[in-house]
């Protein structure tokens, strides 16, 4: 495996990952998995679909639990982590779902407003207005009364993320941002993600199997393939690895 290397110029991981390990049933998903993500660095971790990437999203966050190995969040341990002490680490970690996983009777601008109404001491007009600000943020301002059902795959991506920005989190999770958009839209995107990094310094790990998306957007990328990272560095060393299954899947993707 290619060594790693840091952009952001060191410091404390947001995040480390160590010998993740995650089964179901007789089926190996994650098998040894060890990743490092540095304060500020957007990591793209790219796969064929159905390599477990999404899972290991899943995992960060505690949506699902792990077989064995470590995962520290922002310096604190996941696992064995339950209740009020889970749910105050998930307010630090925004998820961008991939299906974007909107609530179909809410506004748009209700939807962008629901997780400071449970998590934070605002009133309706407090939440309305920085829910607007952040429809703003994301170029979806006009589409604040609308429904969820009258907008595009690409409108959609973009209030999915608007609302995980809500709760200002320090981490930024990017579940297959790009999937099913046409490339005008995939490059909007993209460029959308670049601008949250440049604009709040966060740490973001996005996982994809479009290398285009990659190219554009990841500080570092890591390749997994039947449960392993089999490659770690930047992409400029992604292009020109020697790697049979690395090589075929740069140039197929």
């Known amino acids: 495996m290619t060594p790693a290397t840091d952009p952001t110029g ?9 010998d993740l390990c995650k089964a179901f049933g007789s ?39 792990h077989d064995s190995g470590s995962i520290q969040v922002l310096g604190q341990e996941l696992t064995g982590l339950v209740g009020a002490p889970l749910y105050e680490l998930r307010r630090q970690v925004g998820f961008v779902f991939q299906n974007s ?30 829910a607007m600000a952040l429809l703003t943020q994301v170029g979806m301002e006009a589409s604040a009364e609308q429904m969820p059902a009258d907008l ?23 579940d297959e941002p790009t999937a099913g958009l046409d490339p005008i839209t995939s490059a909007e995107i993209n460029e959308l993600i670049l601008k949250l990094k440049q604009d709040r310094a966060m740490s973001s790990i996005v996982v994809t199997h479009e290398i285009h998306s990659a190219q554009a957007i990841a500080d570092r990328v890591a390749l997994l393939n039947q449960g392993r990272i089999i490659f770690d560095g930047s992409f400029e060393a992604l292009k020109h690895s020697e790697d049979p299954f690395v090589a075929r899947f740069v140039q197929t993707g």
């Open 10 to 18: 060191g410091g404390d991981p947001a995040i480390q990952i160590t």
């Open 27 to 65: 089926r190996t998903i994650l098998d040894g998995v060890t990743l490092q993500i540095s304060p500020g660095e957007t990591l793209v971790v790219l796969g064929r679909s159905g390599t477990g990437k999404s899972v290991l999203l899943r995992l960060l966050i505690g949506l699902q639990t």
């Open 101 to 130: 996983a909107l609530y179909d009777s809410m506004t748009v601008v209700d939807n962008v407003a629901f997780p400071l109404k449970y998590q934070n001491r605002m009133s309706a007009v407090e939440r309305r207005e920085r």
């Open 152 to 174: 595009s795959g690409g409108m959609k991506k973009r209030v999915g993320l608007a609302r995980a920005l809500a709760l200002e989190p320090a981490i930024m999770l990017y």
